[in-house]
């Protein structure tokens, strides 16, 4: 007997069901698939993205590795002719077919309430620009006059970018030069003295916010007590939690300044306009942004945490000395959420070839980490928050942040419109990761999420369009 059709249509409750039902993942994959689908299909996609001419504000396009284009610092040489209490002269050498243009110049000073006077630059040759229009560049050698008003010392920026006559683009460069008090010789101010104060409370909100992962905060009371030995609050917590905290940061701070010569001996800095160096380090940020969604675990070798694991157990806290030696043990027993951000910190300290700099970043991160112990150890536990979902939030986070640290990479050797394309896809898998497509019932957390996933959509949207145009820059896509 067959059963009566139903002339209404399906049961709203059916479709309902249905609707809350869908795997989550299976439906924004389907969604991402199908917003590829519209862009690959637009006609102008091979034309618009593939080009190869170097864009205007993020450059160096994949010419920029051919063998017949110098390295930026070997096109473009600076160096301080004089500096003195009134005038400070630079002196840029641009190589035989390459020039400098005069409205990309940009001086500045650290600190900022350092003046100086209106820069002296003499005229340069009149050029039509594909990119900038009627400009004035610079073959050969430039002489620029600065005008000194305060005696103090500081460190000048000097912003820069030229172009090879056979048509490559460099990125805008900055270069920093140390000025001396009262007219003394100033240096290039790379290397040693490459770290500023704003660096290191960087690197230290970096560690606090490493604390707030789901493999740390959850054990932070487990850590107290082990450490404390139930002698929280008072001058001895303080003192117990200071023994602990100090010498994980002194440990950390001897990772910076190891990788930092490593960096300084390759000389990985200068080394960094080439794409043989910048793609690994790339894939590498890749990687530890893929351990961070968890995907896999980062951590020592099985036989040396086992001897670790051994020594710590057998360290009995609640005595300055077994502090010390628990924080020394807690800087290589890394969990798997600090491990991939402190794998990418040292990789980004080697690059800079700064050892005292490295050395005093990672002790800001190890200070950062720390802080939340020295909280409870001086009675104010109430103050941290409750364990919850939102630890993974924080950790998917700085997955996405390194993921973004991997496209600034790649910005370097990739086209313009390329790397537009990459933040867009980053934009993009943000927002499909935060509901913006999910239109189902929601709380109102996660109705504002979507929200934001909305307007990150869109964004993605603006700068697949901009790609697609020959854009490249992700601030105006």
Known sequence: MCRPRNQHGPNPHQLRYHAQHVPPRESAM????????????????????????????????SLANNADFLPVHEAFKLSLVQADAQTIKLRFVATDGYYLYRHRFQFRTEPADIALGTPSIPKGEAKHDEFFGDVEVYHGVLDIELPRNDPRAFTLLVGYQGCADKGLCYPPETARLNIDGEGGKSTPAGGEHAWTWKSLLLFFLAGVG???????????????????????????????????????????????????????GLNLQARLQSAWVLVPFALFFVVFALAMFGLFELKLPQALSNRLNNVASHTRGGSLLGAAILGVLSSLLVSPCVSAPLAGALLYISASGDALG???????????????????????????????????????AIGVLLLGLAIGLLSRVLPGPLTLLLVGFLAAGVALFLGALEFVVKTARQRLAQLLGLALLVYALACWYGALSGQGDPLRP
């Open 210 to 264: 490493l604390t707030f992962t789901p493999c740390v905060l959850p054990m932070l009371p487990i850590l107290s007590g082990v450490v404390l030995r139930g002698q929280a609050g008072g001058l001895r917590g303080l003192a117990l939690s200071l023994a602990y905290v100090l010498p994980m940061a002194a440990s950390f701070a001897v990772l910076g300044a190891l990788m930092g010569l490593f960096g300084a």
């Open 358 to 396: 490295g050395a005093l970043k990672l002790f800001a991160l190890g200070l950062g980490m720390g802080a939340p112990l020295l909280l409870v150890a001086t009675g104010g536990a109430a103050w941290l928050p409750k364990s919850g979902p939102w630890l993974n939030t924080v950790k998917n």
């Open 30 to 61: 389907r969604r991402l698939f199908f917003l590829l689908f519209l862009l690959l299909a637009s006609p102008a996609f091979a034309t618009g993205l593939l080009d190869n001419r170097p864009s205007a504000t993020l450059g160096a396009a």
